[in-house]
């Protein structure tokens, strides 16, 4: 369900060097930047975890206007959140409906992409786009689901169908990124020049609390 070929995976925490939130956004904000730049690099994506890394996140879904059996508790799917880049960065196939924008950001109502797993089983028989769920409670905030994506493997290579679901990094926004550089040339020649760049964004002072 994605491409790992030619991408190099950088993982970072600027919290724990003391950035705050806005620091560490204008950080991630320069440094994406910065790879886009170096020759090579075709683009790069964001994302909270990596498909079959060892970081996962999870949460219970309830769906809207359906009511909670209270021996059955809601399923617990699993998620990341990415930015607006990463599904053309690890090639994850958009099946219907639209990406994710810049303008998917705090201010703007909450919206997710779901994989086809989680929107057939979820949505027997009907189409997902416009659907909305939560990941509180039964009574909301809910979550508008605006595109499908194909499915991949996510947490584990013998799960064939793993329901999944996507949401904006923008609204969901964690200090603990990975950077996904996809390049025409091997990633392991690009790791110097990343570490390089990343401590020349440190050194620009763009995300670091004084």
Do not use: C
């Not at 999870?58 to 930015?83: K, N």
């Not at 605006?146 to 793993?162: K, P």
């Not at 923008?170 to 990975?178: A, D, G, H, I, L």
């Amino acid at each position: 369900g994605f491409d790992p070929d030619n991408v190099l995976n950088v993982t970072l925490d600027p919290s724990e060097v003391g950035y705050d939130a806005a620091h560490t956004d204008a950080f991630f904000r320069d440094l994406k930047a910065r790879f886009a730049a170096l020759p090579g690099v075709e683009s790069v994506g964001e994302t909270t975890s990596v498909p079959l890394g060892i970081v996962n996140a999870g949460a219970m879904v309830y769906l809207e206007g359906r009511q909670v059996d209270p021996t059955h508790p809601a399923p617990i799917i699993m998620s990341e959140r990415v930015d607006p880049e990463f599904f053309s960065t690890l090639r994850v196939p958009l099946l219907r409906g639209r990406g994710f924008t810049k303008q998917d950001d705090q201010h703007a109502p909450l919206v997710a992409i779901v994989n086809q797993a989680m929107a057939s089983d979820m949505w027997p028989g009907q189409d997902a786009i416009g659907k909305r769920f939560s990941v509180k409670d039964a009574e909301g905030p809910f979550i508008e689901v605006v595109g499908v994506a194909g499915d991949g493997r996510y947490t584990f290579m013998g799960y064939e169908h793993e329901r999944f679901f996507y949401q904006p990094i923008e609204q969901n926004q964690s200090p603990y990124r990975t950077l996904q550089l996809r390049s025409s040339v091997p990633p392991d020649t690009l790791a110097a020049e990343a570490q390089a760049q990343i401590r020349a964004a440190q050194r620009n002072g763009r995300g670091r609390q004084d």
